[in-house]
C-alpha cells in the first residue's frame, strides 16, 4: 500500500500559488504569523478572529477599487450580489437561497450526475484529465442556474475568460498592461450574452471559476495521500476537510468604509484589506488550532456576503470524491495554470493503480 505523505500533497498544491500569484504568496506566507499588519495604507489580515471581524462587524465599501464588488461593478455596471448592500442585497440574496438551498442542489443534481457518470467510464479506459472533467460539471451547472441555452463548456469558458482578464486588469503591476481593461469588458460582454439575464454574471464567474479552481486541487490532495477509503465511506466529510486545506478563493480584497479597531489593530476609512482567508481556515495546517467551525467556514468567507454557493460546492466535490473512490486514482500529473483568476491546475491527470502482480 502507497504510504500517505501529507507534505508532499500540500507542497504539491503549492505549486498553484507559486505559478499565479509568485510574489504575493511569498509576502502573504513571510507575513502569516502577524495577524494584522499595515503596510501603508494596505492591512493584511491573516489571523481567524480578525478575519471574522472584519467580515461580521467592520462596514466595507463594497464598491472600491480593487475589491472583488467594485472590480465586477466597473465592467458591468453593478448590482451584481458582490456590490450590493442593504435590502437591494438583500432581495437578491433571497432569490439564490432557493436556488442554492437543499431543495436547490437536489434539483441541480441531475445536471451533474451524467458528467461524473462519463468520468467514471473515462477512468476504467484510462488516464483522465480531471480539469475538462471539472469544467463540464461546472458548465452544467450554471447553465442550471442561469437558464442559459448556451453549451455548457461555451458558458463556463466564457465565464473563466472573464474572471481571468478581470484580474488582470485589475491586480497591481510595476508593468502596464495596454489593452488589459479592453479585453476584460469584451470577456464580460461574451459572457452576459450567453445570459438570459446579465445580472447572473456574477453568479455564473463565482460558481464556474471556484469550483474549476477547488475541485481537482482537492481531488489531487485525495489521491496523494490515499483516502480513497474515507471517501468511499464518508465523501461529505472529506469534502468539507479538503476545502478547508485548499481554500480556493485564498485572498478577499476588500476596503474600509469606517474607522474600526480589530484586535487591537488600528483600520482606516478606506485601507484597502487583504483578507487572507487561506490562513484564516488554517490551510497551513492540517488540523485547525482555532475554531473548528470558523476555519471550515472561512474559505467562503462570513457575515452578509458568505458564499451562497458553499453547500453545492461541497455536494458536488463530495459526489466527485464518491465516484473516483471505487478506481483509487493516483495523481500521473498536475500543471498549473498561470493565467486564472484562481490558483488552479490547467490539467490534473489521475490514472488508476496498476494492479499488483501475484506473488
Ligand atoms: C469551493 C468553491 C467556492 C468557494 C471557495 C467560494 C468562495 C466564496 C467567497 C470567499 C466569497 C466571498 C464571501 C464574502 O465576501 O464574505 C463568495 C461569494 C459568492 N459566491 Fe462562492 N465560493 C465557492 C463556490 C460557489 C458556487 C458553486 C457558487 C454558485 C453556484 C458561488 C456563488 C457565490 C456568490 C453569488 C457570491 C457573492 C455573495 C454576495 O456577495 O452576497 N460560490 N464565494
Not at 45 to 68: F, G, N, Q
Not at 114 to 131: I, K, M, N, S, Y
Request: glycine share 6%; with cysteine; charged share 20%.
Amino acid at each position: 500500500m502507497r504510504r500517505p505523505h501529507r507534505l508532499t500533497a500540500r507542497a504539491a498544491d503549492r505549486t498553484v500559488y507559486l505559478r499565479s500569484h509568485p510574489v504575493l504568496f511569498a509576502l502573504l506566507a513571510a507575513t502569516r504569523r502577524r495577524p494584522v499588519l499595515r503596510l501603508g495604507r494596505t492591512v493584511l489580515v491573516h489571523h481567524p478572529e480578525a478575519y471574522r471581524e472584519i467580515l461580521t462587524r467592520v462596514p466595507l465599501d463594497r464598491t472600491a477599487e480593487h475589491t472583488t464588488g467594485g472590480t465586477a461593478a466597473r465592467l458591468t455596471g453593478g448590482g451584481l450580489l458582490f456590490d450590493q448592500s442593504g435590502p437591494e442585497h438583500r432581495g437578491s440574496r433571497r432569490e439564490l437561497a432557493n436556488l442554492l438551498g437543499s431543495d436547490g442542489i437536489a434539483a441541480l443534481r441531475p445536471h451533474w450526475q451524467p458528467v461524473l457518470a462519463g468520468l467514471e467510464a473515462e477512468l476504467a479506459a484510462g488516464p483522465v484529465d480531471l480539469v475538462p472533467v471539472v469544467r463540464r460539471l461546472a458548465g452544467a451547472t450554471a447553465v442550471a442556474l442561469t437558464g442559459s441555452t448556451a453549451d455548457p463548456l461555451a458558458l463556463a469558458a466564457a465565464a473563466e475568460r472573464a474572471a481571468a482578464t478581470t484580474a488582470r486588469a485589475h491586480l497591481p503591476t510595476l508593468l502596464p498592461r495596454p489593452g488589459a481593461e479592453r479585453r476584460a469588458r469584451r470577456a464580460a460582454g461574451q459572457l452576459t450574452a450567453l445570459l438570459p439575464d446579465p445580472r447572473d454574471a456574477m453568479l455564473a464567474v463565482a460558481a464556474v471559476n471556484t469550483t474549476l479552481a477547488a475541485l481537482p486541487r482537492a481531488a489531487a490532495w485525495c489521491a496523494r495521500v490515499d483516502r480513497w477509503e474515507q471517501a468511499a465511506a464518508d465523501a461529505p466529510a472529506l469534502a468539507a476537510e479538503l476545502l478547508r486545506l485548499t481554500a480556493a478563493s485564498p485572498v478577499l480584497p476588500r476596503a474600509a468604509a469606517a474607522n474600526a479597531t480589530v484586535l487591537g489593530h488600528p483600520v482606516r476609512r478606506g485601507d484597502r484589506l487583504l483578507l487572507v482567508a487561506r490562513h484564516a481556515a488554517e490551510a497551513h495546517r492540517d488540523t485547525p488550532t482555532g475554531d473548528p467551525a470558523l476555519a471550515a467556514q472561512a474559505p467562503f468567507g462570513l457575515g452578509r456576503h458568505a458564499c451562497p454557493g458553499a453547500a453545492l460546492a461541497r455536494a458536488q466535490l463530495a459526489d466527485l470524491l464518491a465516484a473516483l473512490a471505487p478506481h483509487r486514482p493516483r495523481v500521473l500529473r498536475t500543471t498549473a495554470n498561470p493565467r486564472s483568476a484562481l490558483p488552479s491546475y490547467r490539467s490534473c491527470l489521475l490514472g488508476t493503480t496498476p494492479a499488483r502482480r501475484p506473488g
